[in-house]
C-alpha cells in the first residue's frame, strides 16, 4: 500500500501519521536582514559535448549533448555554512510524547517557519539552534491549508541567521537543490537532489463542506532525501535561498518502528506562497483564501475526455459545485450525467482559462488563485460548455 507522510516526528509513543495537504493570498515578506557573509561562490562548470552517432533516420538532424560535470564540492559546503545557522529543530512535547520537526529563520525579529503539522495541537515549543543554545517558541500563526506555522522566540540577536528567500516561479524542472532539517533525529543534516517536477497538488489539512478536503497547489516535488523529522525545513537553491518548505513524501517503504522512509518523491511547500501567507500569520495569526466552491479532476485523461464528451482534455473539469458558494452564484455548472465511467459525471464545465491565462489542469487554476487573487476579487473564466465558449465573471469568497 502507499503512504503520504506528514514528516514531521519520531513520536516516541505514539507512531507516525499518514499525511497529505493545500493552499492561496498577502503582502510579500520583506527581504531579511542577514549578517554579513563571504557570498556564495557560483561554480565556474565545465561542459562535456557527447557528439551524436549517425542517426537511424537519416531524415532526422541530431545535435550534441551537452551535459555538465559534477558540481563542485565546495559550492554545497559553502551553501551548508552559510544556510545551516539558520536552520532549527523543533521539538514538541505533548501528554502522548515529543516529537521533532524542523524549522528556518526568516528574520531578526525571531520570527521561524515551520509546517503547521509539526506543531498541531501545541502553542509552545522548544526551539534548537545549531549553535547549542536552546529556548522556548510561541506558535503565534497557523494555516491549515498550506501547512504552515510561525513560532516566534525571543532570542539573542547573534542566534538569529535569517535565510534569503527566492522566487519560486524562476525555478524549472532539473535545478540542483539542498534540503537541511532533523530527519531522525539527527540535527543539521543536508541532503542533494533536484527539483523532479512542478504544479503538484495535496490535499489540504482543512475539511471543505462536504466533508472532503480543500486541495493546496503549486507544490514542488523533488528527489532530494527527507524524511521523517525534516518537516518544515527549508528546500534551497545553490545560491543558498530558499524556494520551498519540506512538508511530505510518498512512499511504500517503512523501518520496524513503522517510520515512513525517502523513497526519491518528496513536496515542498512553493515559497511564493509562502511570502504571501507568512505575513498574514505574523499580523493576523491566520490566512484568508480565495474560494471558488468547485472540485474538479485534477487532469483529464484520453478515456475521460471521450465518456466527458468533451472537445479537448486540456483544462479544469468541474465536476461538481458547492450550493450557494460563488461558483455557484456566477452559474457554473458541475457534472451531472452517468457516463460508462464509475462516478464520473458528463454535463459540468469545463475551465480553459481564467483572467485571460491557459489552464491546462486544476493545479494551474489553484497556483494562479494562490498567487495572484484574494477574497473579495472579480475573476473572469474561460468555459467550455459543450461546444460553446462563454465567459463568466465570478466575485471570489473566503474559504469557510
Known amino acids: 500500500m502507499r503512504f503520504r507522510y506528514r514528516l514531521l516526528v519520531l513520536l516516541l509513543v505514539s507512531s507516525i501519521f499518514m499525511f497529505s495537504c493545500q493552499a492561496l493570498s498577502v503582502a510579500p515578506i520583506p527581504s531579511p536582514t542577514t549578517e554579513p557573509s563571504a557570498p556564495i561562490v557560483t561554480p565556474t562548470i565545465e561542459e562535456v559535448i557527447i557528439e551524436p552517432q549517425e542517426a537511424l533516420d537519416p531524415q532526422v538532424t541530431e545535435i550534441p549533448v551537452v551535459i555538465n560535470e559534477f558540481l563542485?564540492?565546495?559550492?554545497?559546503?559553502?551553501?551548508?555554512?552559510?544556510?545551516?545557522?539558520?536552520?532549527?529543530?523543533?521539538?514538541?512535547?505533548?501528554?502522548?510524547?515529543?516529537?521533532?520537526?524542523?524549522?528556518?529563520?526568516?528574520?531578526?525579529?525571531?520570527?521561524?517557519?515551520t509546517n503547521y503539522h509539526v506543531v498541531e495541537g501545541v502553542t509552545e515549543v522548544e526551539v534548537d539552534f545549531p549553535t547549542g543554545y536552546k529556548t522556548r517558541g510561541e506558535v503565534i500563526g497557523t494555516d491549515t491549508d498550506s501547512d504552515l506555522a510561525v513560532v516566534k522566540v525571543d532570542t539573542p540577536p547573534e542566534q538569529l541567521h535569517p535565510l534569503p528567500l527566492g522566487d519560486s516561479s524562476q525555478i524549472r524542472v532539473g535545478e540542483t537543490v539542498v534540503a537541511i532539517g532533523s530527519p531522525f533525529r539527527f540535527n543539521g543534516t543536508m541532503t542533494t537532489g533536484i527539483i523532479s517536477s512542478l504544479g503538484r497538488t495535496l490535499d489540504s489539512l482543512r475539511t471543505a463542506p462536504g466533508g472532503s478536503y480543500f486541495t493546496a497547489g503549486d507544490i514542488i516535488q523533488t528527489d532530494a532525501a527527507i524524511n521523517p523529522g525534516n518537516s518544515g525545513g527549508p528546500l534551497l537553491n545553490l545560491m543558498g535561498e530558499v524556494i520551498g518548505v519540506n512538508r511530505a513524501i510518498e512512499t511504500y517503504n517503512i523501518n520496524a518502528e513503522s517510520d515512513p522512509l525517502n523513497s526519491g518523491i518528496g513536496f515542498a511547500i512553493a515559497i511564493n506562497t509562502v511570502k504571501r501567507v507568512v505575513p498574514s500569520l505574523i499580523s493576523e495569526g491566520k490566512f484568508d483564501y480565495p474560494y471558488l466552491g468547485i472540485s474538479s479532476l485534477p487532469e483529464i485523461n484520453l478515456l475521460q475526455q471521450e465518456a466527458l464528451g468533451l472537445a479537448q482534455a486540456n483544462g479544469a473539469y468541474v465536476t461538481s459545485v458547492t450550493p450557494d458558494s460563488p461558483a455557484d452564484d456566477a452559474g457554473i455548472r458541475g457534472g451531472s450525467e452517468e457516463t460508462d465511467i464509475f462516478n464520473l459525471y458528463a454535463g459540468g464545465d469545463l475551465i480553459t482559462a481564467i483572467d485571460g491565462q491557459e489552464i491546462m489542469t486544476f493545479s494551474d487554476l489553484l497556483s494562479y488563485l494562490i498567487q495572484e487573487k484574494s477574497p473579495g476579487d472579480i475573476v473572469t473564466f474561460t468555459i467550455l460548455r459543450g461546444e460553446q465558449e462563454i465567459q463568466l465573471e465570478l466575485v471570489l469568497g473566503k474559504r469557510p
Not at 565546495?74 to 520537526?101: F, H, K, M, R
Open 72 to 113: 563542485p564540492e565546495n559550492v554545497l559546503v559553502d551553501i551548508y555554512e552559510q544556510s545551516n545557522p539558520g536552520v532549527v529543530a523543533i521539538q514538541v512535547l505533548t501528554d502522548s510524547g515529543n516529537g521533532l520537526g524542523s524549522g528556518f529563520v526568516i528574520d531578526k525579529d525571531g520570527h521561524i517557519i
